[in-house]
């Protein structure tokens, strides 16, 4: 490989490396105008290998995947109040020696149900001297799981 393409080379990966790296995010204290609407989509793949007892001890009673898909939308009903509402799908199986006693769902194959709606509204109080805008949220459960 010549000079010149190690150096694109090199140079290539440190833009990539400076792409790929997190940084800081920051709350928005301002409020979208009225009529504006937005929507979301999440997803989660999580793989527990530890619970952890009231001690705070590690213990290993087995592992749990969990994969969620969640849908939302919002919208701005004046140009000071915003309302949103969010509802997850959760797909999650037990790996392990040690299931709940009595348990139907602990076996190792995946039960999914929907979880939690979330509602929120947003309200913008302050724009001067400085920007203020409050939330108040609830959770209710959608199914029996």
Not at 3 to 30: C, D, I, K, N, Y
Not at 39 to 52: R, V
Not at 79 to 91: C, I, N, Q, T, Y
């Amino acid at each position: 490989m010549t000079r010149v393409r190690r150096a694109l080379l090199a140079g290539s990966l440190a833009v990539l490396g400076a792409l790929l790296l997190p940084l800081p995010g920051f709350g928005q204290a301002w409020l979208p105008p009225k009529g504006e609407v937005s929507y979301f989509f999440a997803y989660g793949n999580i793989w527990n290998t530890k619970h952890y007892a009231s001690t705070g001890d590690e213990v290993d009673a087995g592992h749990t995947r969990s994969v969620s898909l969640t849908l939302g939308a919002g919208i701005a009903l004046s140009d000071r109040l915003f309302v949103s509402a969010g509802l997850p799908w959760v797909d999650a199986s037990y790996h392990g020696s040690y299931p709940h006693p009595d348990s139907e769902i602990d076996d190792g194959e995946y039960h999914s149900a929907l979880q939690d709606l979330r509602v929120e509204a947003r309200y913008q109080a302050l724009t001067e001297p400085f920007a203020l805008a409050p939330f108040v949220a609830g959770s209710w459960p959608v199914s029996a799981y």
